[in-house]
């Protein structure tokens, strides 16, 4: 009932992007998105370490609410990787038929975009849209909030990592989180990857030949 389209770029050998997606038999049963902060083999280790740990609490956590499930995974991380500086922000996604239970955790806002008016709005509490704590930091008191809200055939969520908004043009301009939202809106009602494709066409317009100077994530998943 689901497509997914995504795309993985990252700006050197070892990426603080990781993402995953889980399945019961046929059924996608959630998502989940984490950036980890910083570059180079302190980065990749936590990435490598927090992959395993996501994994593990999504599956024993199925019948807790998603905001318990990411306060664990917080612990667990903030607990295994012991004085390492890195943290997390994170998204974390569950799946039930039609109907999305969504916790952010100090990340870029997910989009939804309606798939009748092609209209997008942010899954957030607050207009800035980064809710919820850091991740991983023992010293620092965690709180995470879930959304849940229903998806109809044709609606699509974009998530992605905060190289896309933080890119910058030739003129130094920032692309901004405002006009991911427009290029989103933009991507026509076609399936997952043509609509991946034009966000990932409009915002290569905009960079340019400017290099990112981060790992670039950005995964759509669509309601057939």
């Not at 306060?71 to 012991?82: C, E, F, P, V």
């Not at 916790?103 to 997910?110: I, L, T």
């Amino acid at each position: 009932g689901w497509e997914i389209a995504y795309i993985f770029n990252p700006m050197a050998g070892v990426s603080g992007d990781l993402f995953d997606f889980f399945y019961e038999g046929d059924n996608l049963k959630g998502c989940c998105l984490f950036d980890v902060s910083g570059h180079g083999i302190a980065s990749g280790l936590v990435t490598m370490l927090s992959k395993t740990i996501i994994a593990r609490e999504f599956e024993q956590g199925a019948n807790l609410p998603l905001s318990k499930v990411m306060l664990n995974i917080n612990d667990a991380i903030g607990h295994d990787k012991g004085d390492i500086e890195n943290y997390l922000t994170g998204i974390l996604l569950r799946i039930n038929d039609n109907k999305i239970e969504y916790v952010n955790g100090a990340h870029p806002a997910m989009l939804c975009r309606s798939g009748s008016t092609g209209r997008v709005s942010k899954a957030a509490l607050n207009e800035e849209g980064g809710d919820g704590s850091l991740i991983g930091i023992r010293e620092l008191p965690a709180s995470f909030t879930g959304i849940n809200f229903s998806m109809r055939s044709g609606d699509s969520i974009m998530i992605y990592t905060d190289c896309l908004y933080e890119s910058r043009n030739a003129n130094g301009e920032e692309f901004g989180a405002d006009r991911v939202a427009q290029i989103f809106s933009q991507a026509g009602n076609g399936n997952a990857q043509s609509q991946l494709s034009r966000v990932v066409h409009l915002f290569r317009q905009w960079t340019g030949d400017v290099p990112l100077n981060d790992d670039l994530t950005v995964i759509v998943i669509k309601k057939l």
